[in-house]
């Protein structure tokens, strides 16, 4: 869908976050969960008519050294949703992490929800099968996920409006949610001050990934956008992750409005090379592509998860 003449899930996206904005019951309540060990922000998005909710991006706990995973991040978001006596209705990811293991299993058999990613993560699973040699008994067609999500789609959370963007380039699988007035781009955009996604891990394209952010910069410029990486920017003392549509098209140091696809291409071909592979992304993907589950256990009972060497 991108760069087409007339693309008919970006009007419908437009269309949707201006009767938003014209209309507070079409707002969602949107409280937010920061996870310091990984820079990850995992939203909740409700319905003000209603107890619906969605949980985007959750985290699971992984200690690298031990090899030990806990629910400790995510026991925050699920006294939430208890708290205020919340029906999840859906465990949203917006692409296969890189950057830690997702939660969802958890809190499906905690709360609820069905787990939706975007309908790409089939080309993540082909290729990360192989690099992790996963196996015949590896499904690479999304199945062990509850839904697959094509661009455009519409879905519903309570009496909420809302549809799915497909922004390749930081992976091929990425999706923005519009959610009312809400935008949520997963790693596809960080805080104006701190620029856009890296495109340099299997599957990305710097091209895709500008050209992405251009349809997502045609929003209405009002509508709030919720992001799911905060790193600080070194002129900023705290970690932020709500910015607007219009703040990232005049302030995105990377990509703002004037910025060519040329310029942006370089940028980011050339940071790309000095930045290293992120510390999780082993263990992170090898899970992700699973729907969060672990990978099957041994002859012993135990399961374990593969260090490709020289591969990556």
């Known amino acids: 869908m991108i760069g087409s003449a007339i693309d008919h899930p970006l009007q419908y996206a437009r269309v949707l976050i201006a009767h938003a904005l014209q209309d507070p ?16 922000v995992s939203h909740v998005v409700r319905d003000p008519q209603s107890n619906a909710c969605a949980i985007i991006d959750s985290v699971l706990d992984y200690d690298a050294a031990s090899g030990r995973t806990s629910g400790n991040s995510t026991g925050s978001v699920i006294d939430y949703v208890k708290s205020e006596s919340l029906e999840v209705c859906w465990l949203l990811e917006t692409h296969a992490h890189a950057d830690h293991l997702s939660a969802a299993p ?15 993560i089939v080309r993540v699973q082909d290729v990360f099968g192989k690099i992790f040699n996963a196996g015949t008994e590896f499904q690479r067609d999304g199945s062990q ?5 094509n661009d455009g789609d519409r879905f519903k959370i309570g009496t909420l409006d809302a549809t799915v963007l497909h922004v390749p380039g930081h992976t091929p699988a990425c999706l923005a949610y519009v959610v009312g007035d809400a935008v949520f781009p ?6 104006p001050d701190y620029g856009t996604a890296r495109c340099d891990f299997p599957g990305g394209d710097a091209r895709l990934l500008y050209r992405s952010i251009k349809r997502l910069m045609e929003l209405p410029n009002e509508a709030r956008m919720y992001l799911c990486h905060d790193y600080k920017a070194p002129d900023r ?30 940028m980011r071909t050339e940071r790309d090379a000095t930045l ?13 592509m699973r729907a969060g589950q672990f990978p099957p256990p041994e002859d012993n009972g135990v399961r374990y998860l593969k260090i490709p060497l020289n591969v990556l």
Request: charged fraction near 20%.
């Open 25 to 40: 019951a079409k707002r969602p309540i949107v409280k937010s969960f920061f996870d310091p060990q990984t820079f990850t």
């Open 106 to 120: 958890l809190l499906q058999a905690e709360v609820g929800g069905q787990l939706a990613i975007g309908h790409e």
């Open 145 to 149: 996920f509850d839904r697959l999500f």
């Open 186 to 191: 997963g790693d596809t955009l960080f805080m």
């Open 237 to 266: 003392d705290h970690y932020a992750w709500e910015t607007t549509v219009g703040a990232q098209r005049s302030d995105n140091i990377h990509v703002h409005d004037g910025v060519s696809e040329d310029e942006f291409y370089n």
């Open 276 to 288: 290293p592979m992120p510390k999780l992304i082993l263990p992170s993907v090898q899970v992700n």
